[in-house]
Nanobody
Framework: QVQLVESGGGLVQSGGSLRLSCTAS????????VGWFRQAPGKSREFIVS????????YYADNKRGRFRISRDDWSDTVYLQMNSLKPEDTATYYC?????????????????WGQGTQVTVSS
């Protein structure tokens, strides 16, 4: 099985940027579609974006295209989430998820392969 680890979270001012990374152990991440979700306190887990194996296709939530960009580097076996123009409402724990399906998008919420999350806090 694949174990996922997120990194790159932290405290940033409104308007700033962060790049989150998702790496894996146990299996190579290149074998999976990978997605990013987030969960703010008191709210349900929210789908942001996913990328297929090989990076040929991406699936963005309707209101996430533009400020968020997903990419993958199979050489380093890493998936990235670039976040720009961050707002206080982006404050949440961000999770990466891996899925064996080719392009599951939001259905990745059902995948059993989740990282432990990385905290992103955006100050106003």
């Amino acid at each position: 099985q694949v174990q996922l680890v997120e990194s790159g979270g932290g405290l940033v001012q409104s308007g700033g940027s962060l790049r989150l990374s998702c790496t894996a152990s146990g299996r190579t991440l290149s074998s999976y579609s990978v997605g990013w979700f987030r969960q703010a306190p008191g709210k349900s887990r929210e789908f942001i974006v996913s990328i297929s194996t090989g990076g040929g296709s991406t699936y963005y939530a309707d209101n996430k295209r533009g400020r968020f960009r997903i990419s993958r580097d199979d050489w380093s076996d890493t998936v990235y989430l670039q976040m720009n123009s961050l707002k206080p409402e982006d404050t949440a724990t961000y999770y990466c998820v891996a899925d064996t399906r080719p392009a599951p998008g939001p259905l990745m919420v059902d995948s059993p392969y989740w990282g432990q999350g990385t905290q992103v806090t955006v100050s106003s």
